[in-house]
């Protein structure tokens, strides 16, 4: 049971360049979720996800976007990078009770150059 | 709207010593409440978590939280700390009708010798 993981784990990009994070869980949870990490700031819902086929903006969603193709995978993608989507990111699921909590990958370092 | 204020930026407490970590929320009914721990280049793990029954609740690696609603708030005690109990510590709050947990910005433990 790997729980939620999260690929890759480090990344330079170039303006303008695209690219999509990876996340997947095997814990057959319904709810997912992208938040962005940066310093002082805590995390900041992107977007989020309550079932396949399902997907609602967050706090910030600009410049993101998601799919929910499938329960396991919940994929985020950067269609033209820009220095101000630097952060770290995390992917984090849940069963469907948030009163459970989250359970978080291990985050992507996404830098753009 | 729910929101979620950590006061203290940086805390730095001497080894052997008890912690306290203020967390306070803005909820409108009875919250859900969390507190996370993130050590460094590490994913957030769950501490702790209330969202009904007793008012006092424990945690993994002797942590433990009251919450006070007189006070809207969620404070995270450890009587004694160590060294490893460095890092980030974040407070989290969501509740019925919402499906998203919001942060705040964290607070980062120090710990001296």
């Known amino acids: 049971n790997a729980g939620v993981t999260q690929t890759p784990k480090f990344r330079i990009l170039k303006i303008g360049q695209s690219m999509t994070l990876q996340c997947t869980q095997d814990?057959?949870?319904?709810?997912m979720y992208w938040y962005r990490q940066d310093p002082g700031m805590g995390l900041k819902l992107i977007y989020y996800?309550?079932?396949?086929?399902?997907?609602d903006k967050g706090e910030v969603p600009n410049g993101y976007n998601v799919s929910r193709s499938t329960t396991e995978d919940f994929p985020l993608r950067l269609e033209l990078a820009a220095p101000s989507q630097t952060s770290v990111y995390f992917c984090?699921?849940?069963?469907?009770?948030?009163?459970?909590?989250?359970?978080f990958g291990s985050g992507t370092r996404l830098t753009v150059v | 709207a729910q929101s979620v204020t950590q006061p203290d930026i940086h805390i730095t407490v001497s080894e052997g010593a008890s912690l306290e970590l203020r967390c306070n929320y803005s909820?409108?009914?009875?919250?859900?409440l969390f507190w996370y721990v993130q050590s460094p280049g590490q994913g957030l793990q769950l501490l702790l978590k209330y969202f009904s029954g007793d008012t006092l609740v424990q945690g993994i690696k002797g942590f433990e939280a009251e919450f006070k609603r007189s006070q809207s708030s969620f404070n995270l005690r450890k009587p004694s700390v160590h060294w490893s109990d460095a890092a980030e510590y974040f407070c989290a709050v969501g509740g019925p009708g919402y499906s998203t947990l919001t942060f705040g910005k964290g607070t980062m433990l120090l710990v001296s010798p």
């Open positions: 909820y409108g009914a009875t919250p859900y």
């Open positions: 996800s309550v079932g396949a086929g399902i997907t």
């Open positions: 814990m057959n949870h319904n709810y």
């Open positions: 984090a699921s849940n069963v469907d009770r948030v009163e459970d909590g989250y359970t």
